[in-house]
């Protein structure tokens, strides 16, 4: 099994849950808040963190206090205003202790981070930007409500190497409405073109959390619905990522990351490798080892219960074989898979033999491969991956 | 209690024509239950009768009614099922009665259910008191549903009662005339006993539990009986009558109805229409009794879960107990593994014998498509029942096939005539007589060959009539027809379980609307899967099932991993309702796919 990661480094993610707009494909809770809204947010986010240490005695859970990632995610963290953003720090740094050289990520929508936010970003030590682009192309940005155009995405990656940032990442999505074959190609050169250092290319999720997913599930044609590819389409377009991005430099890691050399997200790589990590803020999810196994936690995705709920409600309580279906379902979406000696050294002969007969089936269909006991995942089988995890845990008692 | 004073009747109506209504709202004026007691539809019992609005089992109840003649009355209500599939029940409850309440929906009519039972109850000598109800309705139609009685029952509806059971109005004249139409019992207390068992169940503390109408003589408990036909003899353990609650008195005596608990373990020693007298002093003869019930419609059952077959095997053994009209014996499928063979009365009772086994034992089954017996002539001058298409002979040794057929009754409105003899001629039926009965009411008779009517025939008529016709049928022979086993193909594999028996000529339009079906059931899955109709070794139809081309949650969004772990239990859930065939998942429902050929 891959544990190269350290479980007694913890990871921390911080919820920031506000937009100038919220996007149609948005499936997370967050949207359009007012400056006092933030404010509160923020005060109850710091009480949050100061009462992690004690909220972690009370569940039984350890709780490493050394942290080597912190992630400012969203909603747009860059919205913050800078002494909010100082008071978060402060508050993280008076309950851990933040190791020098931790990746600091501090997720931003391309122009709307304002000088002085990243000023005080880098003073407190962000060390990389995730924007979300989106799409490079005007028309397919607009159709769902991002803000920015092609041109201002260009300048605001410019700019933030400029200002001395190394790591920038984007996320851009695959089957937006208007999407073409071409159109995506566009995106990807620009992309790989302008000085990223890393990618995310999520499939658009066609749900019913989203407006632009419950208007395709209905069939009509509101927040340009119709303009959404075909599923078929979506996967090809995804495929061209697949294919696209390594030649460039961009080697693919997990399902929908792809970075240079060395730039790999640390923070999200601790998901896919159960090393703990601390959620705060609005739906947080954390996850802290115990003597037996894991605990999982989740906040409360409303922002009124969010702003009264005394501390994270514990959502899982997993033993061995929870570990065992998140190392199989987690693992195999990174690109190193999962190695069968590993496993067999830490699970139970009867979870992993009725896993290991799926494989033999799964490579025969051309969904997984097989090489010296390391198991991964073939492009096809990324594409369907929630299917071959079904397969592959079938035996295992719900 | 002196017979001169006992009145036992039936209540015969059609579904939905507020029989259930009317006996709840007989038993809340005779004081038979008080107002907190009462619980809509009382006398259903079954948590499946009560959901579906339906009576499957017969019920009796007795109340005591004070009359206008000063006379305290002891009715005897003998509730029946309404649907086809339990007609049988029908017969033997109004073997028990000396009346019957013809129940008529003022705004609907006369229905070919109800003609045919209140056929049945004038052919057993009973009292019909023909009763009008939901006149409350402002489409009620008095007169004219008066008129209708007397032209297709063949009754005078002058004196019909009038009634809204759901206000209670003019409820009470129904009693009245029970007390003053219906007539007394015949029968001698004093005779040697003479009984006759008209229903009979298990229950798990008592044993079996029987319903008797003492025709002769008196039961008592402690007495020793015997039953006629195989002289099994029983204690009687207590006795006494449903009112609805039990309650258990010493003695029932001739004219009398209730049930009574002998330490009986088997159902089947007391059969439904055997006669029970006692040890000592023995009746001379045997009361007639009834036909034996025969199966109609044949399915094989099968667990999801091949290792649950014993669990399936336990609980058709226990329903039996309950169910003397269903029969199974042990079959086994390529594809299923180890399954049961049964034979129903009807679809309907095929339904809720899967609904019992699913609730009440927890079991995830699967059904294959029902069929009819057919009796097959070889060239060898051998003859040969089959009722599952997996014993169905080479072709080429057939010399006939005779296959069962029925003659059915279907009432409706006029406007849908034109409908409904589409759609018997389509399914190969032969008129025998078309009629009105009334201004705009037509009766149709036709001969259908039974095969079509378990398919989707009471689906379809409902739907081409908009719920304007009933249908009553009765096996009345067989035809010689050229049918064909037609055989399913998933992914280029025959399976066993989903082939059927069907006519030649339509076997081609079948094949093509079932394989499509079949396409939208089965879920997509990694790979290209393809459906094939085909008989013998001809592909008849085609249809494919696409790839799933992409299933993946793209982001673990700040490490929410529940979603993720949601959709795995959904995943898990799905696949323990399907049946992996070869490679292919199929689910429950594409095994009945045939039965949901019509719908959209």
Known sequence: MQQASDNSMLGIYVSVPFCRAKCSFCNFASGVGTPEAMESYVERLCAEIDGAGANAVSLGAELPRRVDTVYFGGGTPSLLAPQQLRRIFAALRRNFDVADGAEITLEAAPGQIGDAILAESQRLGVSRVSLGVQSFIDRESASVGRLHTERECIQEIVRLRAEGLIEVGADLIAGLPYQTAESWEHSLEVATGVGLTHLSVYMLEIDEDSRLGQEVIAGGKRFHAHGVPAEEISAELYEQACARLPRAGFTQYEISNFAGAGHRSRHNVKYWQRTPYLGFGLDAHSMLRTTTGAVRLANPDELGQYAGAQSAREISRGGVTEAFEETIFLGLRMDEGVDFQGLAAAFPNELTKPCAEAVRDLVAEDLMTDEDGRWRLTLRGRLVSNEVFGRLLEGVAV | ?600
């Open chain 2, 1 to 600: 209690m002196d017979p001169k004073y006992i009145r036992n009747f039936a209540i015969i109506a059609h579904i939905d024509h507020g029989k259930s209504t009317l006996s709840d709202r007989l038993l809340e004026i005779t004081g038979s239950l008080t107002q907190r007691e009462m619980q809509a539809q009382v006398l259903d019992a079954m948590d499946l009768e009560r959901e579906r609005g339906i009576t499957i089992k017969a019920h009796t109840v007795r109340m005591m009614y004070k009359a206008s003649d000063g006379h305290n009355y002891q009715l005897n209500l003998i509730d029946t099922p309404g649907h086809v599939d339990f007609s049988y029940e029908v017969s033997r409850s109004l073997a028990s009665c000396e009346g019957a309440l013809l129940v008529v929906d003022a705004s609907q009519g006369v229905e070919a259910q109800t003609l045919a039972n209140a056929y049945l109850a004038i052919s057993n000598g009973l009292e019909i008191i023909p009763v009008i109800n939901k006149i409350d309705l402002p489409s009620a139609d008095i007169e004219r549903t008066k008129a209708m009685i007397e032209k297709s029952v063949g009754l005078p509806a002058d004196d019909a009662v009038c009634v809204s059971a759901k206000t209670g109005l003019n409820v009470a004249d129904i009693l009245e005339a029970v007390v003053h139409l219906v007539p007394q019992p015949k029968g001698d207390p004093e005779a040697p006993l003479q009984a006759l068992i008209f229903d009979s169940w298990f229950d798990a503390y008592k044993g079996v539990i029987i319903l008797a109408r003492i025709i002769n003589g008196r039961l008592r408990r402690g007495d020793k009986i015997k039953v006629m036909s195989n002289n099994r003899q029983f204690e009687v353990d207590s006795l006494g009558v449903m009112t609805p609650k039990p309650i258990v008195l010493e003695e029932l005596s001739a004219g009398e109805v209730g049930f009574f608990v002998a330490t009986i373990k088997n159902v089947a020693d007391t059969k439904v229409g055997d006669t029970i007298t006692h040890v000592d002093r023995p009746c001379a003869d045997a009361l007639p009794g009834f036909e034996d019930i025969k199966s109609m419609v044949f399915a094989g059952l099968y667990t999801v879960d091949s290792h649950a077959h014993g669990m399936l095997r336990d609980a058709l053994e226990k329903l039996r107990l309950n169910d003397a009209s269903f029969n199974f014996e042990p079959e086994s499928s390529v594809a299923l593994g180890f399954g049961f063979r049964c034979g129903f009365l009807g679809l309907l009772h095929l339904e809720i014998i899967q609904e019992r086994l699913e609730r009440e034992y927890d079991l995830d089954l699967i059904i294959t498509a029902p069929g009819v017996q057919y009796n097959i002539t070889m060239t060898d001058g051998t003859v040969l029942t089959v009722d599952n298409p997996s014993r169905w002979p080479d072709p080429t040794e057939i010399e006939a096939i005779e296959e069962p057929v029925i003659i059915a009754k279907i009432l409706t409105n006029e406007e849908y005539v034109g409908n409904i003899l589409k759609l018997v001629e389509d399914k190969r039926g032969r008129q025998q007589n078309i009629e009105y009965v009334s201004e705009t009411r037509v009766m149709l008779t036709y001969e259908l060959p039974l095969n079509e009517i378990v398919l989707d025939f009471y689906d379809r008529l409902k739907s081409v009539s908009r719920g304007y016709a009933s249908l009553d049928y009765h096996l009345s022979g067989t035809w010689i027809s050229p049918m064909v086993k037609m055989d399913i193909l998933i992914g280029g594999d025959p399976v066993d379980a989903l082939s059927l028996i069907v006519h030649r000529d339509s076997a081609y339009d079948r094949g093509k609307v079932l394989v499509e079906k079949m396409r939208e059931l089965i879920p997509r899955q990694m790979f290209e899967v393809a459906i094939q109709a085909a008989i013998g070794s001809k592909i008849i139809a085609r249809s494919t099932v696409t790839a799933i081309r992409k299933n993946v949650i793209a982001k673990c969004y700040g490490g929410d991993i529940s979603r993720k772990k949601k959709l795995l239990d959904k995943q898990k859930e799905g696949k323990k309702r399907m049946k992996r065939i070869g490679k292919v998942d199929i689910p429950q429902e594409a095994f009945l796919a045939v039965l949901k050929v019509g719908e959209e």
